[in-house]
């Protein structure tokens, strides 16, 4: 069984930084699509951020708006998201999601990481 374990979420004012991590153990990542969802109480489930491991290929929700960076380290299995002048309305349970048949996270996710909460103050 795949594990995917997220971390890094906490309490942080606006136009604060914090930089969410993604360990990923029990299987082969060489040719996962991983990325970010992210979810508000009473909100849809929003995609933020994918990346295709081998390739290094990105792709971002638009609003981002330039905030965000997705990146990952090949040697510790590990994904990121890196969040820069954070607001309010970033505030959501940011989900780590995998994708082994590189279909598109915003088609098809095979697992989900158990979430971290990311809380902006104004």
């Known amino acids: 069984q795949v594990q995917v374990v997220e971390s890094g979420g906490r309490l942080v004012q606006a136009g604060g930084s914090l930089r969410l991590s993604c360990v990923v153990s029990g299987g082969i990542v060489e040719n996962y699509k991983m990325g970010w969802f992210r979810q508000a109480p009473g909100r849809e489930r929003q995609f933020v951020a994918q990346?295709?491991?081998?390739?290094?290929?990105?792709d971002y929700a638009d609003f981002t708006n330039g905030r965000f960076t997705i990146s990952r380290d090949n040697a510790k299995n590990t994904l990121y998201l890196q969040m820069d002048n954070l607001k309010v309305e970033d505030t959501a349970i940011y989900y780590c999601?995998?994708?082994?048949?590189?279909?598109?996270?915003?088609?098809?996710?095979?697992?989900w990481g158990q979430g971290t909460q990311v809380t902006v103050s104004s």
């Open positions: 990346i295709t491991w081998s390739e290094d290929l990105t």
């Open positions: 999601a995998v994708d082994r048949q590189r279909v598109g996270l915003q088609s098809h996710v095979d697992y």
